[in-house]
């Protein structure tokens, strides 16, 4: 089991970048949250969504909300698909990035959620079964992600089907299921990555919750499972699974 490393342990460069990427991210988050108060989006959900999302996506996501998803602010993507062709393309893959964020709202939830968990309750999951305490958080984490991603879906699914309660959660399930599977793979991969590998070779150790260089990491994993995930969406929605957004 490798040393969980400190502040003092990381150069004072990562530490900084991982401090000005987390504050724009977080700025982003506030000020989406204020504009969703402020203009509401048709679909209730993406009023938790969108908020949720920038503090992976930060300047680059606020973007795409304020050309795309921003109440008011652009066409929709069912009014650009009779547009020719090509608007038409364009607005599947906005309607897939958006959907995306949707499932990935969920793994963001899930995933901060277990580690203030496991941070308060280590013992949730006895790092001694597994020889390295990061895996429990990427155990309650994706647990949690799904939850989560279920309990959004069904926000976004039973309204538009019109379903009940287990209806709606079996549908819900279905149509996330494979999408956030896709997502955390990809998020847990990359971490894997830095922090069984990179992290304990150049410096000695991983980087822990308490520092800013691991949530700065995570930044970077989200991405990644969104690119992982985009794929999986797509696919949900051509075949029916999962509906539009």
Known sequence: MSTPL???DIP?????????????AIMCAGWVAVDVVRRPQQMGVMNVVWPVVMLFGSVAWLAFYLRFAREGSSPRASEQEHEGQGRGRAA??????????HCGAGCTLGDLAADVLMALF????????????????????TVLAFAFGVVLQYFAIAPMRQLGLAQGLLAALKAD?????AWQVGMIGFM???QLAVLPLWLGG??????????FFMQIAMVIGFLCSYPVNAWLIRRGVKEPM
């Open 6 to 8: 400190t502040n003092a």
């Open 192 to 194: 894997a990555i830095v």
């Open 122 to 141: 280590p013992a949730l999951v006895p790092v001694a079964l597994l020889h390295h305490e990061v895996y429990g958080g990427w155990i309650v984490g």
């Open 206 to 215: 991983h980087a822990p919750p308490s520092t800013p260089a691991y949530w």
């Open 12 to 24: 004072t460069w990562v530490t900084g970048i991982a401090i000005v990427s987390l504050a724009l």
């Open 92 to 101: 599947r893959i906005v309607s897939t990035a958006t959907g995306t964020n």
């Open 177 to 181: 299921a494979a999408s956030i599977a």
